[in-house]
Structures are given as C-alpha cells and as structure tokens.
C-alpha cells in the first residue's frame, strides 16, 4: 500500500472546505453589530467608513467577511475587489460601481479617453476621474477587498501605484454622498500595521476587529450542526453529546479546526450509516488530528527542519508569557543560529505565514494557542531525535505541557523529517 510523506494513506486524505461562505455559522455577536451599526450610521449620515477584520490564518475572517455581505446585500450595491490595485484602475473601478455604459457616458462627459489611460495611470486624470465617480453614485455601496495583506507586495516596488491606490482611498474616505459607504477590508493580523506603513490607513481604534476564537457556546453550536445537519443525527440521540463533547476537546473554539473535525465528523458518519459508534468517533478523532497537524504543517512550508528547528527554539527561549514574544531578543537569537543567513527576513516570513503576529496588546505572539502548543512537541521531537540537551527554560516549557507524550500523528507525519539540512 503506498503512503504519502506524512505517512497517512492518500486515499484516506479527506479534502476539507476552508474559505468562502461558513457551511455553519454562529457565534462573533459583537462584530456583527458593531458592523450593523456602522451600516446604520454610515446611512444616517450619508459618510464613508472603513473597517478591517484582521487575525491569523483560520480564525473566520472569510466567513466572517461573507456573512457581514449577506446582511447587506438586499439594500446596499455590493462590489468585491480582486486586489488592491483595482484602485488605481478607474476603468474597472468605474464599471464596478457604475456599470459599464454608465461609466462609459461619464467618461465622454468630462473627457477622458479610456482607450489612452486603461492599462496606464495617468495620476490627474485618473484621481478627477474616480472623483467624478463616487460623486454619481445614488446607492450605498459596500466594498469588500479580501487579503487585504498582500498590498505589501503589490504597492511596495511601484510609487506611481501605491500613489494612486492612496488617492483613491483619501476619496473614498472622504466621500459625503448622501448615500453611504463601507469599505471592508479583511486580512492577516499584520494588516493595519501594513497600511499604516504605507500611509493610506484609516483604520482608527473603533474600525478594527482583531478576531479570536469564538465562543464556546457557538464552537458547540457549530459541531452539533454538522451531525445533526450535516449528518442527519437525531438531535435527541443519546450520544451526540458526547460526541460534540469530545471533538470540542480538539477544536479549542478554532474556526478551521471546527470545520476540520466537523467535517471529518460528518463524513465518517454518513459513510457509517449514521451510526455513532466508538469506532468511528476513534477514526474521526485520529482524521482530526492528522488535519489540525498539517494546517500547522503548513505554516512551515518549505522551510527546511533545520531551518524550522531555529525558529522554534528563538520564539520559545524569548516569550516573556505565553501572549508576548521580545522580537529584539529573537532575532538576536536568529543571529546565532546557523540556518538563519538572514534574521529579519526569516521574521518577516513568519508574521506574513500568520504563525506570528503583533496583538490587541501591541507586542507580537504566536496567535492560534494550539500551535505553539505544537511547535512545543516539534522542539521537543527534534532535541529527542538530535539527543541534544535543552536549555533550562526549554525543559521546563516542556515539562509544562508534557511535551515528553508526543502525538502520535506528529510523530508519524515527521518520520521523513528526520535529518536537519
């Protein structure tokens, strides 16, 4: 029987929907209200307002993002970006908001050749022109840019661009329409710093949702969902509490873990014709847990173990606690490492991977728990595998958390992972 890298059979591999619309959604009350009243206010006074949902790779902020839509589709015009750089093309800008013809008409108004400027930004012309846009529009408009982060990327090399892009959002934030508009943004947790960097943020204290996990009460919600839902359980079937108790344990209220063991959960339990025996819960579990590894896995790709092996040791010596990480310290440990060539950099790739991220405190951490958690038993493996002496604080970081009981499924997808390089 062939086996993958990881060591689990492909044909075992279950392929689990992690973006788009929440098959399931309960729970972030509070930002959905907060984003119902901005929507109330941004009407009442006819203004513009930007929020950004920001937080690590798999706490929501898509599904989060498609059901704040929803509740504006039926009474706002909502248009989606493809990137950040829609904002310099007032063309596609145009069409989007305006509709093609009428954007077109606009255009033969105040003289505009959009033969001359498509595909060349021509920075008077272009900003009087998206001007001239909002200016006409008669609805409230909700504008969506998902992975709002990559602005790094795509504004950094070209000044005329970001230039552009700048001018358009300085419009939009100061657009009095009548109307109103929301400009939603969603991205990593380093996000506002990135806009702030390039000085086009409007992203002020009340226009930031920094998500978390969810609430237990919704984490339960969810997972019964996806038996009783999903899998058509008997909502009164004498063991779905306990089912939902013991994938709850493994979720720790985690959006992409939830979806992970639900799904698994759901599949596994139609396959056995809808019967919840211990067998299956053992499977599901174990499903689970190879999932919840390889979205840790990941993180991490392409980043060789010796590499890896560098990183773990310079983010856990330097925590100060559990939430707060002394970078100063950690690149200094970087330094020293001898598969680090280039400290700042190997920084800059983890906090744009989501394994590290500055937070609501200000200070920078590792922002899903259960992976430091992972990356523990990883350091832990590798001193083991090395027969290396950990330094004081590592030992007793493991001893904290066991670390000695590794996990089986980290154990077997690392089998291949043995030597550092």
């Known amino acids: 029987m062939e086996y993958s890298s990881n060591g689990m059979n492909p044909q075992e591999i279950i392929e689990i929907d992690d973006r788009g619309t929440a098959e399931y959604f309960h729970g972030r009350k509070p930002e ?9 206010r941004c009407k009442k006074t006819g203004k513009a307002k930007s929020i950004l949902i920001q937080g690590p790779p798999g706490v929501g902020k898509t599904a989060l993002k498609n059901q ?5 589709k039926d009474t706002w015009q909502v248009i989606e970006l493809d990137t950040i750089t829609d904002l310099a093309d007032p063309v596609k800008l145009g069409n989007s908001l305006l509709g093609r013809k009428k954007f077109q008409k606009t255009a033969k108004e105040i003289g505009l050749d959009l ?16 001007s001239e846009i909002l200016s006409l529009l008669d609805k409230p408009t909700l504008l969506v840019l998902d992975e709002a982060q990559m602005a790094e990327i795509q504004l950094k090399k070209d000044t005329e661009l970001w230039r552009q ?14 109307y109103g508009w929301i400009t939603l943004f969603a991205g990593l947790g380093n ?11 409007r992203f002020y204290a009340n226009s930031v949702i920094d998500l978390g996990p969810i609430d237990e009460t919704s984490e339960t919600n969810i997972i019964k969902d996806y038996l009783v839902r999903g899998a058509e359980v008997n909502p ?24 992970s063991y639900g799904e698994t959960a759901s599949k596994m339990i139609r396959n056995n014709k809808g019967i919840l025996s211990d067998k299956v819960l053992n499977e599901t579990l174990q499903k689970g847990l190879f999932l919840k590894n ?11 173990p010796g590499h890896r092996c560098s990183i773990y040791h310079g983010i856990l010596e330097n925590e100060i606690s559990a939430n707060v990480i002394n ?18 950099k190997t920084w800059d790739n983890l906090i744009g991977r989501g394994i590290v991220q500055i937070g609501k405190n200000g200070f920078y951490q590792i922002p899903i728990p259960s992976m430091r958690t992972w990356m523990i038993k990883q350091c832990q493996m590798y001193h083991q595998l090395m027969q290396s002496k950990p330094s004081l604080k590592m030992q007793q970081i493991f001893k904290s958390l066991d670390a000695s009981k590794i996990d089986k499924g980290i154990q077997s997808m690392n089998k291949t992972n043995v030597t550092l390089h």
């Open 32 to 40: 959905i209200d907060f984003f119902k009243a901005s929507i109330e």
């Open 68 to 72: 704040l839509k929803q509740i504006t």
């Open 115 to 130: 033969k001359a400027i498509k595909g060349k930004i021509i920075y008077e012309k272009t900003n009087d022109t998206v």
């Open 294 to 304: 390889d979205y840790y896995e990941h993180r991490f790709y392409e980043i060789n």
């Open 165 to 178: 892009v700048s001018s358009t959002l300085n419009n939009i934030h100061n657009l009095e329409n009548g």
């Open 191 to 201: 996000t506002r710093k990135i806009y702030h960097d390039f000085r086009i943020s």
């Open 236 to 259: 009164k079937h004498l063991d779905l509490d306990h089912w939902i108790h013991q994938l709850s344990k493994q979720t720790y209220q985690w959006p992409h873990h939830i979806v």
């Open 327 to 344: 970078v100063d310290k950690v690149l200094d440990d970087f330094t020293s490492r001898p598969y680090i060539e280039d400290p700042q």
